[in-house]
Each structure stands twice: as C-alpha cells, then as structure tokens.
C-alpha cells in the first residue's frame, strides 16, 4: 500500500504560512529594499554556473524560513535523496525516476535492481557518438551513397518539445551544414512542410518514441517511408534512412528498423525528461558529441547543486518553493517565463510540458485528493518581443503572475549595441515591475491629472532572474535541470506524482474511437453527447471526399 503524503494543510508552518501571507499583502518591495540595503545581496544564490536573483519576490527573511521549515516537514531531502537512490518513486507506474543517471560521468555507478544504471548510459552514449561522427562526416550514407544532408525527428511531447527546444537554443554550435526538422503534429501539414523542399536520397528520420506506439509519430513514421519509398522503391533503403530512439524494441523491429540502428533508453526515464537520453540524438548530431557532453556537464553540476546544497542555497528548492508560496498562499494561477534570448524561443513551450504534465495532478501518491492547488500554468514568450504584446497586463492588469526572467551576460552574436539593449530591457522590466511609479511621481512628472491614474504602476510584481554567462550546451543543461528540480520540489510538497500522466489517456482513447466513425465504421460502445455526434455529423457532410 502506497503511504499516505505528510498532510500539507496540517503542518505547522503551512498554518503559520497561512497568516504570514496577511501580513505580506501589506507589505511592499519598495519598502523592502528600502529597508534593507543588502537584500539583493542576500537575496541572490549561485549554481552551477546560473545566478538567481529572487529578492525581487513577496517574501521576507520570515517568510523564507516558514517555506524552508515546510520543506524541511515534508522531508524534501529524503525524497531527493530517494530519486538519487533510484527507489520506486512513481508508484503509480511503479518506476524508479533516475533522469539524473542519464548525466553521472562515466565511471560512477548506481546500482539498480543489480545493474549499473550508469555504465548502460554511458553505452548507449558511446554508440549515440559513433553514429553522430558518421553523419556528421558524411560516412553514414544514404541508400543510393548520397550523403545524409536532412535529419528530421518525428516524435512528439517529450521525444519533440526537448529536442527542438535544444536545437534551436544550440543553433549557433549545430552543424550549419545540414538541415534540421522536426515533426511532431499529425496534422499532414507538419510533414508535408517538414519535406516538400527535401531530396529523400539525402534525407535521415528519427522515429522517437518511448512507447513506439503513439499515434501520432506512429503515422508521421508510416507517412515519411511512404515518402522515401516512393522515390528508392526498395524497402532494403528503410534501414539506411530510419533509425528509432526508443523503449520497445520489438515495436522497432516490426516497423522495419534494424533493431542496430536503434538507441535505447529505460523505463525510469519520463518523456519529458528525456531530452539528455537517446531523445537527444538530433541534438547530438547537430552539436556534435562533445559538446553533447558539455550538456550533460552541466545537467549533471545542478544535479549535484540540488542533491547537496543547503535548501536555503540551493536554486531549485528556492523556485519551487517560491511557486508555491504564490500558487497556495498569495493566489496565483500563472508562472510567466520570459527568456530574454532569441534561441530560447521554444523554452517557454517546453517547459510547458515538464511543469503542465508533472504537476497538474488532482490527487495524491496514495490516491487520496490534494488538498490545494497544484500545478500552475506556465507561459511565456522571449523578450523584448513579449513587451510590445501581453507586458501591458503584468504591469497594470488584476492578476499576480509571477516571472521568471532569464538572460546572459554575452550574446553569441554579438552586433553592436544589441546585447546591451536586450538586457537594459530585462533589467528595467524587472525593476519598473517591483516598484512602478507612484500617482505622485506621476504627476510630478507633468501628466495631466485626468491621466494620473492610466499612467500609475502599483509596483509589487515580483520575478526572478536567472543570469549566465552565455548560452551554451552546458549553460541549458543547468538551466532545464534547475526546472526539473524545482517541478520537482513542487510536487513533493503537493504530495502528488509528478512522474506519471494518467490525464492525457481519456482523450486519445476516444480519438481511436471516433477516428473510426470519421471513417465510416459504425459507432461502438456508448453514444456520445449530442454536442458531439453532432459536430461527428457535420465533419462528415462538410468533408469533400
Ligand atoms: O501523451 C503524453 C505522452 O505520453 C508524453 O508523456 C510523452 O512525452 C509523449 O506522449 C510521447 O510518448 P512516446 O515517446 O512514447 O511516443
């Protein structure tokens, strides 16, 4: 029987929490800072090479020691330290959670069920190595001896969202020769854009899957051999053009992958944090295996920052307990990200799976309901782009959403004044949203009175900042492993298993379902809801064919 979760609600420092966000409500950053001149100071920890400024958040000293004594009752470093052990920490897939395995060097070792997680990783890592030489080389061939020129992967939530996050933030390390896609919706657009200008002859597919089974890369996959085939007739060029990123080889086989050209992974890898396993062979490809290895360097160094800091130094204990401070305690619904660099452009988007798909769960590990809220949504878009559309409703909506800002200190493409513009932007963002400006000051500044009010900041919106150096495989591999952890710490607190995804099956259940009515088959099972048969009913009038 799985035990039950410290009860949140009933501790100690849950209760005092609750009365403390009172007293914070009065409260303002102005008169924070100006109480304290050495907050930002305090307020600002390092690791692994990030910096995290979190003085500009609704907290005080008090409130910090109230959320670290939580952890502390939920006994966070024992679950840590479990996830580190490799114990069955899913319970509801009864799987071990040991993404952290994927990027120990070579030569530690963590025993599982008797094997050597580590030594399997590094395995799989070496063959990942060769094949990526040779493509990168031009040695791996196509099947009529044209050199491989196109990769595309086709997969989707977390064998997608990872690699093309990667990709793109490590664009300006890839291998500019060769042409990089992603596929991963099943609408026959995604593919059809993905090839209309590629030459099969020179073209390599990854089907990455976990399962191997999910609809929607399982027909992406049929779909590109159908394309390949119907330029090199002979099913013998599959093997030269396909190679699969998976759990299940016999799934791989039967697709008419040679199982040789497949690059494994495990069970106690979770999709979405999948993209430094054998997922992340486009990236590696594109990167080349050593700085594929710096990435994993710097997974690993925040994996070890979050093992072995003191939670009150430790940057994703800190973050994840500072969203549920606002989700639980000061009622926000909303974390916005907000990456202040052009090649993080998808980070928003895959974090949006990490965060969504671990922690909007309405139950807990025993089964039990949660007893607050839980998961918030995560957005966001980079700047400065988002400031000339939705910056209007964090500075003077009605909302409490919490930022996370994220920049460097260098530009891989420095020009000019840019860089210095950039973060002049995220700098006076962060600042204009913690302090506004005061009617006073308004009017001071000579606005006319009637827009007194129109043109007045209440201030009091907190972020963060994360800062690094400059974004470079080892720069994003601390940076996806900060939020890893401080989902993580999220979900312990709730009690809740932030590794399983139960909530997606209903609907892709019901897709099979209705797939087949779209296709002419007669209903089966129960009807649907009239709103539904309804909509089925007018798809099949208004389609051409
Ligand atoms: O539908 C959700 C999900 O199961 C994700 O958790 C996973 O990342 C994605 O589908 C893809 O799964 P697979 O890698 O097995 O194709």
């Not at 997608?160 to 609408?187: H, K």
């Not at 988007?349 to 909007?360: F, V």
């Not at 209440?458 to 400059?470: A, F, M, V």
Request: net charge negative; charged share 20%; with cysteine.
């Amino acid at each position: 029987m799985t035990p039950s979760p410290t009860s949140l609600t009933a501790l100690s420092s849950w209760q005092a929490l609750v009365s403390h966000s009172g007293e914070i409500r009065q409260r303002s950053l102005r008169d924070l800072f100006s109480e304290d001149p050495s907050r930002a100071e305090r307020m600002t920890v390092e690791g692994a090479g990030l910096i995290l400024d979190y003085s500009k958040n609704l907290v005080t000293e008090k409130t910090l020691s109230l959320l670290l004594e939580m952890a502390t009752q939920c006994r966070l470093f024992d679950r840590i330290d479990s996830m580190f052990r490799g114990e069955m920490i899913n319970r509801t897939e009864h799987r071990s959670v040991l993404h952290v395995a994927l990027r120990m060097p070579k030569g530690e070792s963590l025993v599982v069920k008797g094997v050597d997680v580590v030594r399997e990783v590094h395995e799989v890592l070496d063959r990942m190595g060769s094949f990526a030489t040779r493509v990168r080389e031009g040695s791996w061939k196509g099947a009529t001896g044209k050199t491989i020129k196109n990769v595309i992967n086709i997969g989707i939530g977390g064998s997608d969202l990872g690699p093309v996050m990667a990709y793109e933030a490590l664009r300006s390390y890839s291998d500019r020769d060769r042409v990089f896609r992603f596929v991963s919706n099943i609408d026959g657009t995604d593919f059809v854009e993905a090839t209309r200008d590629l030459d099969p002859e020179e073209t390599l597919f990854i089907i990455s899957s976990k399962t191997f089974t999910t609809l929607e890369t399982m027909t992406n996959a049929r779909t590109a051999r159908a394309w390949l085939l119907a330029r090199l007739s002979s099913e013998e060029s599959v093997r030269h053009h396909f190679v699969a990123v998976s759990t299940n080889a016999p799934e791989v086989q039967k697709f008419g992958i040679d199982t040789h050209n497949m690059f494994g992974f495990w069970d106690w890898v979770g999709g979405r944090y999948s993209m430094d396993s054998a997922i992340g062979l486009s990236t590696m490809i594109a990167i080349g295996p050593d700085r594929f290895q710096e990435m994993l360097e710097g997974f690993h160094a925040m994996d070890e920052h979050f093992h072995k800091s003191p939670f009150e130094r430790n940057l994703p204990v800190l973050m994840g307990l500072l969203v549920v401070w606002y989700t639980n305690f000061l009622g926000s619904q909303t974390i916005a990200v907000l990456p202040y660099d052009q090649y993080l452009k998808r980070f928003p988007a895959y974090l949006q799976q990490l965060t969504m798909e671990s922690n909007g769960k309405h139950v807990r590990t025993d089964g039990s309901p949660v007893e607050t809220t839980t998961g918030p949504i995560y957005w966001g878009e980079p700047g400065t782009n988002g400031q000339h559309s939705f910056y209007q409703l964090l500075h003077q909506g009605t909302r409490l959403i919490p930022i996370d800002f994220i920049g460097f200190a260098n530009s891989r493409n420095p020009l000019g004044h840019h860089h210095d513009i950039l973060m002049a932007n995220l700098f006076a963002q962060g600042e204009a949203l913690a302090f506004g400006k005061t009617a006073e000051e308004v009017r001071a500044s000579g606005v006319p009175e009637f827009q007194v009010p129109h043109r007045t900041f209440e201030g009091n919106r907190p972020s963060n900042t994360i800062l690094g150096q400059e974004l470079s495989p080892r720069t994003l591999g601390a940076l996806v492993a900060l939020y890893e952890h401080s989902v993580f710490t999220q979900g312990t607190l709730w009690g809740i298993d932030s590794f399983d995804q139960w909530g997606v099956e209903l609907g892709k259940v019901m897709a099979v379902r209705i797939i087949e009515e779209l296709s002419g088959q007669s209903p089966k099972g129960p009807p649907h809801d009239s709103g539904t048969a309804a909509l089925i009913r007018r798809y099949r009038d208004m389609r051409r064919e």
